[in-house]
Every structure is written in structure tokens, then in C-alpha cells.
């Protein structure tokens, strides 16, 4: 019991790290999610082919090659343009996740957006409302209780996902338990705290997404 209380106060600066980590690209995240999910269904075409390459690039390849193209190569790249592209590895994690829930986010916002009853759209238009009115309060509201739960799976895998920074020297939970795990070779007991640390924090995410779900449930019936 004893070596867990040791191992405590690194594991938890790790922890710190990641929960920081988890809630940036999370939020800069759902900010792609919407902006391309939107996009996708846009009727320029410009927008939307855009808003497919970014979905399609983003979910067709590897979180970690994502990861390692923008620490590694994207200052490669750099260096031949003649431009200083090299990115802090905060910032290069934080990207990375946020792109890749990002992409898989905007699925969710367009199947959400489709499942909207045509004949809200149509209503919509009969009253002569914008297509921008009619997205903010007649569509969004609708879908948004839709989106929640995928979002919160969204959310906890992002969690999950954070582990990866520790690849690029990030000291995330991850980084710190495998440097402690070096040092003592105490296997069982750190990955033991680690597991359940990743999970308690996942119970946090999926309470507060349950929250956030409950407030646009509220804000469907306000707008009804």
C-alpha cells in the first residue's frame, strides 16, 4: 500500500497533463466536429469537398502517424519551405487529437443534422427563414440531444488517446508511469494506479457529457 502513495504525486502531475490535454483538443475538437460537419452538408461545392478531405484524411489514417507527422516531419517540411513550422509538443498533441476526434465528430454532426425531419426544413422555408436561421434555431436544436451520446464515446476515447503524447516526451500519466515502471520495475502496482486512474477520469467525462446532454434536451423544448 505503501509504494501507491509513492507512486502517488508523479502519476498525479501526469494526470494533470492529461486532463488538460483531454479537455483542449476536446473542446478545439467539437469545434472542427461542427465546422466540417456543417460544411459537409453545404451546398458550395468548395466547402464541401473541403469539409471531405478533411474527414475522410483524418479518420482514413493512423492517430499516431498524425501525431508523428505534425511533431516530426511538418518541421522538416519547414525547414525546405524556409519556414519555422516546428511545434511544442503540447501543441502538436493538442492538435493532433483534436483533428482526429474532430473528424469522426463530424460524421456524428451531419448524420445528427440528416436526422432532422424534412418537414422541419420545409416548415422552415415556408416561413421564409434563412438557411442560417434555419440551421441555429430550427435544426440544431433538434439534433444536438442526437449528437450527445456519441460525443461523450467521442470524449472518452479521446481520454484514452492521450496516451499517445507520451510518445513524442509529452509527461502525461502515460510518460510518467513507464519512467516510475524503469526505475522500480514494479510492473503490477503502476499499471495497476494507471488503469485505474484512466478510468476514473473516464467516469468524470461520461457524468459531465450526461450533463451537457440533459441542458440541450432543455434547450430542444425551450426552442420548440
Given at each position: ?14 494526470a494533470w497533463v492529461t486532463l488538460q490535454l483531454t ?92 436526422a432532422v425531419p424534412p418537414t422541419q426544413y420545409e ?102
Open positions: 500500500m505503501m509504494l501507491w502513495f509513492q507512486y502517488s504525486d508523479p502519476l498525479l502531475a501526469g479537455f483542449y483538443s476536446t473542446v478545439l475538437g467539437a469545434i472542427f466536429a461542427f465546422a466540417f460537419g456543417i460544411g459537409r452538408l453545404s451546398a458550395n461545392r468548395l466547402i464541401n469537398a473541403v469539409s471531405v478531405t478533411f474527414i475522410e484524411v483524418f479518420r482514413g489514417t493512423s492517430l499516431l502517424v498524425q501525431l508523428f507527422w505534425l511533431f516530426f516531419a511538418l518541421p522538416l517540411l519547414g525547414q525546405w519551405l524556409g519556414i519555422d513550422l516546428r511545434l511544442p509538443p503540447v501543441l502538436a498533441g493538442t492538435l493532433a487529437l483534436a483533428l482526429n476526434i474532430g473528424a469522426y465528430g463530424a460524421e456524428v454532426v451531419r448524420g445528427a443534422l440528416q416548415a422552415a422555408k415556408a416561413l421564409d427563414l434563412s438557411p442560417r436561421h434555419t440551421l441555429w434555431r430550427i435544426a440544431l436544436p433538434q439534433a444536438l440531444p442526437e449528437m450527445m451520446p456519441s460525443f461523450g464515446n467521442l470524449a472518452i476515447q479521446n481520454l484514452k488517446d492521450t496516451a499517445l503524447v507520451s510518445l513524442i516526451g509529452l509527461a502525461d500519466m502515460t510518460f510518467r508511469a513507464e519512467q516510475i515502471r524503469n526505475l522500480t520495475q514494479d510492473s503490477t502496482t503502476i499499471y495497476t494506479l494507471l488503469l485505474f486512474m484512466y478510468f476514473g477520469m473516464a467516469l468524470v467525462i461520461s457524468a459531465l457529457m450526461k450533463l451537457i446532454e440533459r441542458y440541450t434536451c432543455r434547450w430542444r423544448t425551450g426552442a420548440q
